[in-house]
């Protein structure tokens, strides 16, 4: 009965094991075709954080149709590549207009993000590419996005969708999050330890 039980336990860490393995092999493939956005305030007063929400406003302005035809991540990552001195412009325009002494930096780098709901999905913990803006010290509460697909991004075509981008089983998991919710707490746990 003990060899019972032990094969029994054995076959369950084993099928924990392998869900986890594919769970988290769908979690790459969206982390590798989304790009997000990330703007930082200096800190955290109200002044701060309504100055952040006037630069992301002028970031997204500048970046209008910036992705309008843009088929995969590769070519996202080079058209937000080649726009960061005009986005970069446009956000140090924004705080000299808004009579801020900060200055912003806009780069694209990869960064951590924790598992996130937006209209279109869920988006798993970890690490994306991301169109990061910086004001000032950085230090204050931030806002998030998704730009490629560009949800958060006007577009001259069509409204974009994740789907778009991720293959069924990937889409499937943005999109069905309540049945990951788990597993997504243990993603963010496994690839949180691991950032580190």
């Not at 869900?19 to 930082?40: M, T, Y």
């Not at 956000?91 to 806009?106: D, F, I, K, P, Y």
């Not at 690490?127 to 204050?140: E, F, P, S, T």
């Not at 697909?149 to 969708?161: E, H, N, Q, W, Y």
Request: charged share 20%; with cysteine; aromatic share 8%.
């Amino acid at each position: 009965m003990r060899t019972f039980f032990k094969a029994l336990a054995a076959g369950t860490v084993a099928a924990m094991v392998l869900s986890f393995c594919h769970f988290n092999a769908l979690c790459g493939d969206i982390r590798q075709g989304v790009v997000r956005l990330h703007v930082l305030a200096h800190d955290d007063t109200r002044e701060e954080q309504t100055l952040k929400l006037a630069v992301r406003d002028a970031v997204l302005l500048a970046a209008d149709g910036l992705l309008d035809g843009v088929q995969d991540t590769a070519g996202a990552l080079d058209a937000v590549t080649a726009a960061l001195p005009q986005l970069t412009a446009a956000a140090n325009a924004c705080l000299r207009e808004q009579g801020s002494t900060h200055t912003a930096a806009v780069t694209l780098e990869p960064a951590y993000f924790t598992t996130r709901t937006y209209d279109a999905g869920t988006l798993p913990a970890g690490w994306y590419n991301a169109l990061r803006v910086v004001i000032g010290d950085g230090a204050g509460r931030n806002w998030w996005c998704v730009v490629f697909p560009p949800l958060c991004l006007s577009s001259a075509v069509k409204p974009a969708r994740l789907d778009d981008v991720l293959e069924t089983p990937a889409c499937e998991v943005v999109e069905n999050a309540p049945r990951y919710e788990v597993r997504f707490k243990l993603v963010e746990w496994v690839t949180g330890w691991f950032g580190r």
